[in-house]
């Protein structure tokens, strides 16, 4: 069952969140990375974007969290579902976002040639209407994104965590002890670049 859902887009800092949420017992948390991970997730979520009925409890079935695609496009209906979960919107600048998303997946979607991966069907197609590549309309649709969250997710359920923010105000919202580790740093530009755009183009 979720115990945290994440609402912030990709490159805000969501493997880093994702990470953090294992440290502290909320995983395994789900992540985009879970999807490429496993042929069997791959199979459902693809299904699902493409319009299968598919239950919230199977594509989470054994995870405690979520961050990032794909599920950060569904955080309505998961608060709904779920409604004893907080929420965590993961949080940079709209123009650091963008500057992010240049240097990383827009790049790996330009090379993907598979239309049903999530990152064409779901993250281009669903969540940017095609037009990721345009920077005013992926710019407006992310801060569209994040007015909507603070929006609709009462102030005691929901947590803004901007990038640098650390363990403190992440370990109050969920009531636990703040580990003696240093924050995660997970997945930079350059790190992204190093996994995914020097080998094959990414499916997912």
């Not at 090379?111 to 069907?121: F, H, W």
């Not at 779901?122 to 969540?127: E, T, Y």
């Not at 109050?172 to 094959?200: E, I, M, S, W």
Request: aromatic share 10%.
């Amino acid at each position: 069952m979720l115990r945290v859902i994440g609402a912030g887009f990709g490159r805000t800092g969501t493997d880093s969140m994702r990470e953090a949420l294992n440290i502290l017992g909320f995983g395994p948390c789900h992540h985009m990375y879970e999807v490429n991970a496993n042929e069997q997730q791959k199979r459902l979520w693809r299904a699902f974007v493409q319009g299968t009925p598919v239950a919230w409890e199977e594509l989470f079935a054994g995870y405690g969290s979520c961050v990032d695609w794909p599920s950060a496009h569904y955080w309505r209906e998961l608060a709904e579902f779920y409604p004893q979960a907080k929420v965590v919107l993961t949080y940079r600048t709209a123009e650091s976002w963008w500057q992010s998303v240049e240097k990383t997946f827009l790049l790996g979607m330009q090379m993907s040639n598979e239309p049903e991966s999530l990152g064409i069907a779901l993250v281009r197609d669903k969540v940017f209407g095609g037009r990721l590549a345009d920077r005013a309309h992926a710019i407006a649709i992310y801060e569209e994104n994040v007015r909507a969250v603070r929006a609709t997710v009462p102030p005691e359920r929901l947590l803004v965590h901007t990038l640098g923010d650390g363990w403190e105000p992440l370990c109050a919202h969920l009531g636990v002890p703040v580990p003696a580790q240093p924050y995660p740093t997970r997945n930079d530009a350059k790190a992204f670049r190093d996994a995914n755009l020097n080998q094959a183009p990414p499916t997912e």
